[in-house]
């Protein structure tokens, strides 16, 4: 079958539906994360609708334009910065008087770290737990989940970001400091830019309270396999008001070779809150949401946040 385009316009506007397509699959990546599963199963449901200014799906118009694609892989191109004014909270919450644990906590000058051990720790852990900062079941030892609790409770009362529980820390924690959630009913994924941490809400109350590392704003190149053309982008996570239109089951590889997502969510195009084997307390992706292989597996498993689910990033 023979193809005519009746311009140059039509003729690019065709390129540019490919490249949405392509790109729209490749998600944004981050460092190979360490859990893979060789029976991976995707599920989804057409993007819905754009009803909201920035929100992103995979494109309902014959005929794509630039802006479309960067908003399908989540990306600004150097000719164009990103020019969004909006602003995350930076209000926090005392939350529920101390149990006995943590006035145990107030009382203790010990500096807390990975690899600490003992009763202190496990005190630490069940206020953390207690407080709705996501950390699995306390056991006395300070380890990798553990770091990333303290770093999402030091990213909420506005300290340093130590991944250490010190005089400061231990004070937030004691006090009990816990960020305020902006939506008020149904079951709701919050990302909060600015601190860096994502929100599983429930009718407005906190369920779980989560380190996270979106877009690092930095530039990167992305390079055509067959013509050999590089375009540089900056990475960056969009703000606004969008919804999980599309999950994937296992391990998902960057078609654009930036890296893997474990059990990826997406919202935004290509962009997703998924799983990876690094998550340090800053910004640090192309676009996504980065949150640990553990974490991600309990937002499928226990908490659900299925196709359909509203995702708040402000």
């Known amino acids: 079958m023979r193809i005519r385009t009746t311009s140059p316009t039509a003729r690019a506007a065709a390129a540019l539906s490919i490249a949405v397509a392509v790109l729209a699959v490749a998600g944004c990546g981050a460092d190979p994360a360490k859990q893979a599963d060789s029976t991976s199963q995707a599920s989804s449901t057409p993007a819905p609708a754009r009803t909201t200014p920035g929100l992103a799906g995979p494109s309902t118009t014959p005929s794509p334009t630039s802006t479309d694609l960067e908003r399908v892989v989540g990306m600004t191109p150097l000719i164009k910065p990103s020019t969004s004014t909006s602003t995350s909270s930076t209000s926090t919450a005392t939350a529920s008087p101390t149990s006995t644990g943590s006035a145990d906590l107030a009382t203790s000058t010990e500096v807390l770290a990975v690899g600490s051990k003992g009763p202190g720790v496990q005190a630490a ?140 969510k997406y919202f935004n195009g290509g962009i997703a809150v998924h799983g990876s084997g690094s998550v340090p307390p800053h910004p640090a992706s192309h676009g996504c949401v980065r949150v640990t292989n553990a974490t991600m597996n309990w937002i499928w498993d226990s908490w659900g946040a299925s196709v359909g689910t509203p995702v708040l990033v402000y």
């Open 125 to 264: 852990q069940t206020r953390l737990k207690e407080l709705g900062y996501w950390i699995p079941t306390p056991d006395g030892e300070f380890g990798g989940s553990t770091k990333q609790a303290v770093w999402a409770l030091q990213k909420a009362a506005g300290i340093s970001r130590t991944g250490k529980i010190d005089a400061t820390t231990r004070t937030a924690l004691v006090r009990g400091a816990v960020p305020h959630p902006r939506t008020s009913s149904g079951r709701v994924i919050e990302i909060d830019i600015a601190r860096q941490l994502l929100l599983a809400v429930d009718g407005g109350h906190l369920t779980a309270i989560i380190n996270a590392s979106s877009g690092n704003g930095e530039t990167f190149t992305v390079k055509d396999k067959k013509t050999g053309k590089e375009t540089k982008y900056v990475a960056r996570t969009d703000r606004g008001n969008f919804s999980v239109y599309k999950e994937e089951n296992g391990m998902h590889e960057s078609t654009l070779e930036l890296g893997s997502m474990w059990r990826p």
